[in-house]
């Protein structure tokens, strides 16, 4: 299995990114997908989760301005993020449950002016 995140980059306070994960070597559209973050001091903590069915679960801190997602037929997930705030800096990874745990590479999202 191998995950290949990209998307991050330098943003102001309010905008936006849209975060994607490329994955490969598994069925993808059988297992939920997650993004988790880690910002510098901090632990990893789980951001959002899309399941096979597309329920999705945010954490409270990103609810109403992320959006997660996943095309099946592309074996890929997004997560849009929007109206962002300094507090969002952090690595952002892809993580998979495929008889084990899965991560992307991680993508660096820093939010600043």
């Known amino acids: 299995v191998q995950l290949q995140a990209s998307g991050g980059g330098l943003v102001q306070p309010g905008g936006s990114l849209r975060l994607s994960c490329a994955a490969s070597g598994m069925v993808f559209s059988f297992y939920t997908m997650d993004w988790y973050r880690q910002a510098p001091g901090k632990q990893r903590e789980l951001v959002a989760r899309?399941?096979?069915?597309?329920?999705?679960y945010y954490v409270d801190a990103v609810k109403g301005r992320f959006t997660i997602s996943r095309d099946n037929a592309k074996s890929t997930v997004y997560l849009q993020m929007d109206s962002l705030k300094p507090e969002d800096t952090a690595v952002y990874y892809c993580?998979?449950?495929?008889?084990?745990?899965?991560w992307g590479q991680g993508t660096l999202v820093t939010v600043s002016s």
């Open positions: 899309v399941t096979p069915s597309t329920n999705t």
């Open positions: 993580h998979v449950q495929y008889r084990r745990d899965y």
